[in-house]
T-cell receptor, first 116, second 115 residues
């Protein structure tokens, strides 16, 4: 069975600090995909990134960066120079091919509060 | 910006009532999903659809039902609401993603409270 663990339930940082959100996953499959979504207070989830299991290159997008390490089954997310607008719940998710299609399994989320 | 809409955004209703949560998308996506999310918790997939006339149950057992008569519309119905149904319901859509999973676009959610 697959599982996604986000050990940090809530994190508070002061604006301009860097913050890393941890994500650890479990699967026996060799082909899988990992996602990060952001859920602001308005409620809808916003897609941030998708990474497949064969691509271990780290990725940077503006202030966001992702560190994928298969050896430790982790896909951590770092926000550099955090801003108040980054305050949200962040979900890591694992996608596996099951019953004819890909399905997402979400972690419990990490609530990030950025204090001005 | 995602073009996926849910109505109502908030609903407070008494036990035993029949309710339908609406979800529509204008992106022409074949696949649509319903997730249930309790406050501070992860999302659980309760229904999904590959296209018109296709409906499948998700990982989390749910007393709700869905229908997919039109590509753009994926309503969720509870025949008799109970307090245990109190939760947030999120609708999402994506391209079919046979060879690899596509990003899902989410609606703003319906926060349901059953008294």
């Amino acid at each position: 069975a697959q599982k996604v663990t986000q050990a940090q339930t809530e994190i508070s940082v002061v604006e301009k600090e860097d913050v890393t959100l941890d994500c650890v996953y479990e699967t026996r499959d060799t082909t899988y995909y990992l996602f990060w979504y952001k859920q602001p207070p308005s409620g809808e989830l916003v897609f941030l990134i998708r990474r497949n299991s064969f691509d271990e290159q780290n990725e940077i997008s503006g202030r966001y960066s992702w560190n994928f390490q298969k050896s430790t089954s982790s896909f951590n997310f770092t926000i550099t120079a955090s801003q108040v607008v980054d305050s949200a719940v962040y979900f890591c998710a694992l996608s596996l091919f099951e019953a004819g299609s890909y399905q997402l399994t979400f972690g419990k989320g990490t609530k990030l509060s950025v204090i001005p | 910006e995602a073009d996926i809409y849910q109505t109502p955004r908030y609903l407070v209703i008494g036990t035993g009532k029949k309710i339908t949560l609406e979800c529509s998308q204008t992106m022409g996506h074949d696949k649509m999903y319903w997730y249930q999310q309790d406050p501070g918790m992860e999302l659980h997939l309760i229904h999904y659809s590959y296209g018109v006339n296709s409906t499948e149950k998700g990982d989390l057992s749910s007393e709700s039902t869905v229908s997919r008569i039109r590509t753009e519309h994926f309503p969720l119905t509870l025949e008799s609401a109970r307090p245990s149904h109190t939760s947030q319901y999120l609708c999402a859509s994506s391209e079919l993603g046979i060879s690899d999973p596509n990003e899902q676009f989410f609606g703003p959610g319906t926060r349901l409270t059953v008294l």
